[in-house]
């Protein structure tokens, strides 16, 4: 199964994918249901794997690069999206540069024709500005 031909498509945040590797009582039931569900495909945007490592150079995540990487390739149903052009064009303004090209990616693959896109995040300022569902 592809993102494309997913029931949902679920766009997962840096901590969101933080605590699905290592996890963690921090990830809400509602979202490891759904990413484990067989009908979702996870997204992850290219700034979370850059803001991992940047995290983990700093000492602030214990999960490192290599084992995220390790995950995104080995994960059934789940993709790395870029940052380009369309990205960029889709960013809301008022947002964090990270936050809001999480939120880009989620409405690219909404205006590319994917169904029930959602976002995984506890991020206050990605569901108060509204683009996309959040699920957490």
Avoid: F
């Avoid at 590319?112 to 569901?127: E, F, L, M, P, S």
């Amino acid at each position: 199964m592809t993102a494309q031909t997913a029931r949902t498509t679920c766009v997962v945040d840096t901590h969101a994918l933080l605590w699905v590797i290592a996890g963690s009582t921090l990830l809400s039931l509602r979202v490891k249901e759904l990413l484990r569900g067989a009908g979702t495909a996870a997204v992850i945007p290219a700034i979370v794997l850059a803001e991992v490592a940047h995290l983990h150079w700093r000492g602030r995540a214990t999960v490192s690069v290599e084992r995220v990487l390790s995950y995104v390739r080995s994960a059934a149903r789940t993709v790395v999206v870029p940052v380009d052009a369309e990205v960029v064009r889709r960013m809301p303004p008022g947002l964090e540069i990270h936050d809001a090209i999480i939120v880009a990616t989620a409405v690219l693959l909404r205006d590319q024709g994917h169904t029930n896109v959602v976002i995984a995040t506890r991020d206050a300022a990605i569901k108060e500005c509204g683009a996309v569902p959040v699920v957490w």
